[in-house]
């Protein structure tokens, strides 16, 4: 199979609302009058962001996923996205499943496939994504980091941590029952973008941000992009994490101090933190039910900067939980 008959064969698909699709030297997009075009580009390596051994289906998935959650991070509505490729071969055994998983995804969100790149090369997956955000009275309703306020809530969507147990039983760190590792697996390998809480949190929340490398790490982005700082209450962070009484329960290594770092610092669980006054309670209450999706209340954010975390009793611990950085 060569590169063109690959592509028609596995990545062509006649466009929705794109002007022009796959086969020409560019796409075409039309956006909406009155909408700013959002653009995010994810890369996923082999042996870096995924394992060699990963379901081909769940692979396309994620690394959609991945740039639909930073659409969903900045409010913006899926449009269409671009998928360059670097493969050993033209394997139809892992092509098929590949495209499946990832237009399937891609079909939930409305978001069409219009160009890309495909050469020989080490597995690489990188996509573009494009969204559409709303300008209203000349403004922007595009949610960002710097929105961030003193006195405002701090929430994170739906559970955090479980991706990180997942890896940790992948690498032989732990042991967990059968069920547990299911359940967290999925997390890990077929990650949610809430790309609806972001659309609902359009002119309710302050700041947003999707977690990809840990809580602290990314919440760290908005606090230093709006120039506050935070009090995390650490026992309302741990209830974040879906599978944590069960791990706990087994006793295969797992104990409550890895709960809180992995919900603090896990990373890949690709949900969305993000601030809102007090005042606008009701109206994230409002989004969490349009979106279908839980939001749970951390912390808050504080003038004085950096990130301080309480137990329980308000004391302060002094315990730091790095987030994943490529290069540290
Ligand atoms: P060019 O050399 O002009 O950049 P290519 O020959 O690389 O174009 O690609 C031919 C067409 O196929 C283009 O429209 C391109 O966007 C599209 N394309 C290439 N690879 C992919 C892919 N992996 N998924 C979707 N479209 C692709
Ligand atoms: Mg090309």
Not at 274 to 279: G, K, L, Y
Request: net charge negative.
């Amino acid at each position: 199979m060569g590169e063109f008959d690959l592509i028609a064969r596995y990545f062509t698909r006649k466009p929705a609302r794109a002007a022009l699709g796959v086969g020409d030297d560019c796409a075409l997009l039309q956006p909406r009058p009155g909408t700013q075009l959002a653009i995010s580009s994810d890369m996923l390596v082999e042996g870096r962001h995924f394992l060699s051994t990963v379901n081909p289906a769940f692979l396309g998935h994620k690394a959609l996923a991945v740039n639909l959650s930073d659409l969903a991070a900045c409010g913006a509505e899926p449009l269409a996205f671009t998928l360059a490729l670097s493969l050993p071969q033209a394997d139809p055994a892992w092509l098929e499943p590949f495209s499946r998983g990832l237009l399937a995804l891609a079909d939930t969100h409305g978001c069409e496939l219009v160009g890309g790149d495909t050469t020989r090369g080490p597995l690489n997956i990188c996509i573009t994504v494009f969204g559409e955000v709303p300008v209203v009275g000349g403004r922007s309703q595009a949610l960002l980091r710097s929105g961030a306020r003193a006195g405002d809530d701090i929430y994170v969507s739906g559970s955090l941590g479980d991706a990180r147990l997942a890896l940790e039983v992948f690498r032989g760190k732990l042991s967990v029952p059968e069920a547990v590792f299911a359940q967290a697996r999925v997390r890990m390998e077929q990650p949610t973008p809430r790309v609806a809480l972001g659309l609902a949190l359009r002119g309710v929340a302050s700041a947003a941000v999707d977690v990809s490398d840990g809580l602290l790490g990314d919440l760290g982005h908005v606090l230093k992009a709006s120039g506050v700082g935070a009090r995390i209450d650490t026992a309302l962070a741990i209830t974040l994490m879906a599978t944590r009484a069960e791990a706990l329960a087994s006793a295969g290594g797992f104990s409550e101090q890895h709960g809180l770092a992995f919900v603090l610092a896990g990373g890949d669980d690709y949900e969305l933190v993000f601030t809102a006054a007090p005042s606008a309670r009701d109206a994230v209450a409002a989004a969490s039910r349009a979106a279908q999706t839980t939001v749970t209340r951390i912390g808050q954010v504080e003038a004085e900067a950096g990130l301080r975390m309480v137990d329980a009793q308000g004391a302060v611990l002094d315990k730091s939980y790095a987030s994943f950085d490529h290069f540290a």
